[in-house]
């Protein structure tokens, strides 16, 4: 496919086709210490190693703390961040993940909100399994993940997922683009992103007046993905 797997070249692309949604809010970095609200520190340690990559994780993940807020005090948000986050669990990860930007957010917006119940609600062509591995033994913390072969199945279980939840004062969404019709997924098609959107909306509004934030995870297929988030945005907003 165009472009490599995870790169910069995905936040750029984006970027160019969100121009409605001008001026961006440049995140702030967050710290080592908001790392380790999720992460060991033998892992924070291994990334401390590589200081450009750190230096990126905690932008990211700053971003990520921000959508959190943002959301929390009523204002939708989208964190077009990277690298993802999904893959990362306490003490390990993979696929183009170091830390789970997801976790770290919810977390931090625990202790500063004083939230209790939060959905987290994975959209990516693959299973969020750190951010399930994360929040195992935690009974107030929600994550669903949907799986299917089909376009249709796949859209009728996201509905399902979504209808069933009683409970939330935060919709958190782990946004990844890869199951696309022409990415490593190859089910939806971009208008299936404003439904998503859509939804997902509707869900915040039933459960927890509107508050939500949604986390780019993946998403590799270049020449359509800036339109296929700006497709889900559109919904989402």
């Given at each position: 496919?165009?472009?490599?797997?995870?790169?910069?070249?995905?936040?750029?692309?984006?970027?160019?086709?969100?121009?409605?949604?001008?001026?961006?809010?440049?995140?702030?970095?967050?710290?080592?210490?908001?790392?380790?609200?999720?992460?060991?520190?033998?892992?924070?340690?291994?990334?401390?190693?590589?200081?450009?990559?750190?230096?990126?994780?905690?932008?990211?993940?700053?971003?990520?703390?921000?959508?959190?807020?943002?959301?929390?005090?009523?204002?939708?948000?989208?964190?077009?961040?990277?690298?993802?986050?999904?893959?990362?669990?306490?003490?390990?990860?993979?696929?183009?993940?170091?830390?789970?930007?997801?976790?770290?957010?919810?977390?931090?917006?625990?202790?500063?909100?004083?939230?209790?119940?939060?959905?987290?609600?994975?959209?990516?062509?693959?299973?969020?399994?750190?951010?399930?591995?994360?929040?195992?033994?935690?009974?107030?913390?929600?994550?669903?993940?949907?799986?299917?072969?089909?376009?249709?199945?796949?859209?009728?279980?996201?509905?399902?997922?979504?209808?069933?939840?009683?409970?939330?004062?935060?919709?958190?969404?782990?946004?990844?683009?890869?199951?696309?019709?022409?990415?490593?997924?190859?089910?939806?098609?971009?208008?299936d992103y404003t439904l998503l959107g859509s939804w997902l909306r509707q869900a915040s509004e039933r459960l927890c007046e509107g508050r939500r934030f949604a986390l780019l995870e993946?998403?590799?297929?270049?020449?359509?993905?800036?339109?296929?988030?700006?497709?889900?945005?559109?919904?989402?907003?």
């Amino acid at each position: 496919m165009p472009g490599s797997l995870e790169g910069p070249e995905r936040v750029a692309t984006i970027r160019s086709s969100l121009q409605k949604y001008q001026p961006f809010i440049k995140p702030e970095p967050a710290s080592e210490a908001e790392l380790n609200l999720v992460h060991e520190p033998t892992m924070v340690a291994r990334l401390r190693s590589r200081r450009l990559l750190l230096e990126t994780v905690l932008i990211a993940v700053g971003g990520a703390i921000q959508c959190a807020r943002a959301a929390v005090e009523g204002r939708p948000a989208f964190g077009l961040l990277r690298p993802p986050g999904h893959h990362a669990d306490q003490s390990g990860s993979w696929g183009f993940c170091y830390v789970n930007n997801m976790a770290i957010a919810v977390r931090k917006l625990r202790q500063e909100a004083d939230l209790r119940w939060v959905v987290i609600v994975d959209l990516d062509h693959h299973v969020g399994d750190g951010t399930q591995r994360i929040f195992a033994s935690d009974s107030e913390i929600l994550v669903r993940n949907v799986e299917a072969v089909e376009r249709e199945e796949y859209l009728e279980k996201v509905q399902s997922v979504l209808q069933v939840i009683r409970k939330a004062e935060l919709l958190a969404v782990s946004m990844g683009f890869d199951t696309y019709e022409r990415d490593l997924g190859g089910l939806l098609k971009t208008e299936d992103y404003t439904l998503l959107g859509s939804w997902l909306r509707q869900a915040s509004e039933r459960l927890c007046e509107g508050r939500r934030f949604a986390l780019l995870e993946g998403g590799y297929y270049l020449p359509d993905l800036g339109k296929n988030v700006l497709a889900f945005c559109e919904g989402f907003e």
